[in-house]
């Protein structure tokens, strides 16, 4: 019942979001509006509240908030159905000198250079179940003080976060990120990420993405990336490149599609465990805070012996 239901929704969602000429929706003033507006305001009085305590707020430079809440919809026909809320919020304190900010939320999403492609939930779903209520939990309990630098004469932008994460895992995290403008449209774009954590220890990635501007709102890329984990229980590298078009439209809306390809390192040598094509969109619906995100892969994994077979998600995401 459920699979029929929720491919119904992708596909039909994914049909309607591709047409060539849209007309975009007149939005009225309704409850759920009042709502947003309210919540919005309330995380304005909140990190105001907050950079007073450290000194007298500025009118002209107020502290300010954000938020994105997520519910990530993913279905197989290996590991079924399953869905997971995400959460992640940013609060702003100039009062605080040196760009200071305070992070919560889910902070893997802060790891990707893209979001291309995100058919990814659980790392461990329990069986038969498609909610885990548990990971969901730990995965949105960070919270951190943020540094973040002004890019300095290299062109680098630094990022450093002491915090808390999955509960009680305290842990500190460097990030710096260079974006290099070359020749005939093209440049490349560098992140480097390390976090220690008392309980996760060891956590290394690498991006990088070459990226060819082909027009004002479309552009071919490459993305690769390289990750290290090693919490003493389990040491793993595991690689990733994503070859992709993009087309941006008005409206906040964006296709791409291309091709994947990942695998693992082991006794220093590589392998090619997945690959095979992808194709997403993303554009607001009903309100222009409010977008929906569907997603189709057509990949294999050797490591579980299965041959490429459909994979479809579904992102539906609130920004306040």
Not at 111 to 118: K, V
């Amino acid at each position: 019942m459920i699979r029929p239901l929720f491919c119904g929704l992708l596909f039909s969602s994914l049909s309607f979001s591709i047409q060539a000429e849209t007309t975009e929706p007149v939005e009225k003033k309704l409850w759920v509006d009042e709502q947003h507006g309210s919540i919005r305001s309330t995380l304005h009085s909140w990190a105001n509240s907050i950079d007073s305590w450290f000194d007298e707020t500025d009118p002209n430079n107020p502290a300010t908030a954000s938020i994105r809440v997520m519910l990530d919809n993913q279905w197989n026909r290996y590991d079924g159905y399953s869905i997971k809320p995400r959460v992640r919020g940013k609060l702003r304190l100039p009062a605080l000198k040196r760009r200071f900010s305070l992070v919560f939320g889910d902070e893997s999403l802060d790891t990707e250079i893209t979001e291309t492609h995100l058919d990814n939930n659980y790392t461990d779903k329990p069986k038969d179940k498609h909610y885990n209520r548990t990971q969901a939990r730990n995965d949105n309990s960070s919270l951190a003080l943020r540094w973040s630098t002004l890019p300095d004469d290299l062109g680098v932008d630094l990022d450093f976060d002491i915090g808390i994460r999955s509960g009680d895992d305290l842990y500190l995290r460097a990030k710096g990120e260079k974006i290099w403008a070359l020749q005939d449209d093209y440049s490349v774009r560098a992140e480097a990420i390390y976090r220690y954590g008392i309980d996760s220890k060891h956590y290394v990635r690498g991006n990088v993405e070459l990226k060819h501007d082909d027009t004002e709102t479309t552009f071919t890329a490459n993305s690769i990336y390289l990750q290290y984990t090693n919490d003493l229980k389990k040491e793993e590298t595991v690689w990733g490149n994503s070859l992709y078009r993009q087309h941006n439209f008005t409206g906040n809306k964006r296709l791409n599609y291309g091709l994947f390809a990942g695998g693992y390192f082991k006794d220093k040598e590589g392998s090619l465990n997945t690959y095979g094509p992808f194709i997403s969109y993303r554009q607001p619906i009903l309100r222009q805070w409010l977008f929906i995100q569907p997603e189709l892969s057509y990949y294999n994994d050797k490591r579980e012996d299965r041959s490429h077979y459909l994979r479809a998600f579904l992102r539906i995401e609130a920004i306040f």
